[in-house]
């Protein structure tokens, strides 16, 4: 049995009377007004899971879309289900783009009653685990603002910018960026900030499944509805079916699709995110053109961990210094030889592979002051992605002295001036040479270092 708290506005008492029958039959607490200051009064001291709101009361055609605003704007996390005896298709899309979780006619088929409530009620309940998903994921969301690359002093005023608008946002970025967290971020200063943020990754199994989770069905809520009055996040869009990339273009067109008998209308902002090429998925016909003009408003790329290696030693102290929130466990320094690994290293699952490497770095050195070499995992090691394995002795030791000196000074300094990301102030100070003399000794040796190139061009 239910023990939901469940307010009826009606001005007319049969069917609040009526209402409150069905609804208790089903074990829901109710609580009854016939209008706005009997509701006021309930919600003043009522904690209320739902509530249905008569659209015309009295002479007044409007009150109920008053009332929806009101209640909105004081509490806003009670999803509320418009009724009214004049239901017309536009009356149901304008309640919805006020905010309201659903709209049912007069007069009732209990039948429907109850599949709205229990919708409503499952809406209610994924609100409260975005609320501690907002705070699961602060120290997360934190990562953007961490770090001193052009990427990271941008993305807060990018977001900013990018947050106040309803405008559909595509984030290009490889996998393990963190895109979910930039969009989380983006709803969380949006206008949209206490409505619900649904995530969904588009990759799956049983593209069946996928489908009526994505948009429902007769007897319950997809993802599209969840969303209502809050943002839907799509992660790897270009994954989705020829058949659910035409029927996300048709409700986005229409603001409406059939799910079953029901016809659903539901108000969100979408974010989408892609490591694919988009060229050659619109060339292919893999992913609908049509589609992707409407989902790229905004456009906005994350770039790799490895085109911002000034990120990676502050984002390494951010895990380390928030080591007990994100492991349970004490934080440690990272020794000199540790850090120049971990700059070297390319990354190739981004922030979420640096994440998991603090965390077991952290564990294999239980024993220790500091994080050192040996703490780090293997593939850090003996990675060929480390720019410090060109220095070796296999190549040196087939090489005249002379030769093999130059060799030795070019590779290090190539490899000095990609761990500082083409600064040149900081690999001098490093090196322990004078700027000027290591721009001379760079240039000799043929070494361009380009930081707008994030030093691709080193490689």
């Not at 929806?68 to 005896?85: A, D, N």
């Not at 290696?309 to 929130?325: G, V």
Request: overall charge negative.
């Amino acid at each position: 049995m239910s023990s939901e708290n469940i307010l009826i506005i009606d001005d007319e008492e049969e069917v609040r009377s009526l209402m409150s029958d069905v609804l208790a039959d089903e074990g829901y607490a109710t609580h009854l007004a016939a209008n706005e200051a009997e509701a006021v009064a309930v919600l003043k001291k009522s904690a209320l899971d739902l509530v249905f709101l008569d659209l015309w009361m009295g002479d007044d055609e409007s009150a109920g879309i008053k009332i929806l605003g009101k209640i909105r704007k004081t509490y806003p996390e009670i999803p509320v289900i418009i009724i009214s005896g004049h239901g017309t298709i536009d009356v149901a899309v304008q309640v919805i783009q006020n905010g309201a979780a659903d709209f049912i006619e007069k007069p009732f088929v209990i039948e429907r009653l109850l599949l709205t409530t229990k919708q409503a009620l499952e809406l209610r309940s994924l609100q409260k685990e975005n609320a501690a998903l907002r705070n699961n994921n602060k120290l997360d969301m934190e990562v953007f603002s961490v770090g001193s690359s052009i990427f990271t002093l941008s993305i807060k005023s990018t977001v900013e910018k990018i947050a106040p608008s309803n405008g559909r946002v595509f984030i290009k970025s490889q996998v393990g960026i963190g895109a979910d967290a930039v969009a989380f971020l983006i709803h969380k200063k949006s206008q949209r900030r206490d409505g619900p943020f649904v995530y969904l990754n588009c990759i799956a199994d049983n593209e069946e499944n996928f489908e009526a989770e994505l948009f429902g069905g007769e007897k319950f809520y997809g993802f599209i509805e969840k969303a209502n009055s809050g943002t839907l996040f799509l992660e790897e869009i270009t994954r989705l079916s020829k058949d659910c990339q035409r029927k996300l273009l048709q409700f986005l067109h229409e603001g409406k699709y059939a799910a079953g008998s029901r016809m659903v209308y539901s108000d969100f902002r979408v974010m989408c995110s892609s490591n694919d090429d988009m060229e050659e998925f619109l060339a292919s016909g893999k992913f609908s053109q049509e589609l992707y003009i409407r989902l790229n408003i905004i456009n906005l790329h994350i770039p790799p961990l490895k085109d911002r290696r000034e990120d990676i030693i502050p984002l390494a102290e951010y895990y380390i210094s928030n080591s007990w929130s994100f492991f349970g466990l004490k934080p440690k320094k990272i020794s000199p030889d540790a850090v120049a690994i971990l700059q070297s290293y390319d990354w190739p699952g981004n922030i979420h592979q640096l994440k998991n490497v603090m965390e077991c770095s952290l564990i294999n050195s239980a024993h220790k002051n500091e994080i050192d070499r040996d703490s780090l995992p293997p593939e850090l090691i003996s990675s060929p992605g480390d720019k410090f394995d060109s220095l070796n002795v296999a190549k040196l030791v087939s090489l005249p002295l002379r030769k093999a000196k130059e060799c030795f000074e070019s590779d290090y300094l190539r490899a000095q001036v990609i761990r500082f990301s083409g600064n040149i102030s900081q690999t001098a100070w490093f090196v322990g040479m004078e700027r000027s003399a290591l721009h001379r000794k760079l240039k000799t040796l043929g070494i361009h270092p380009d930081r707008k190139a994030k030093a691709n061009s080193l490689k």
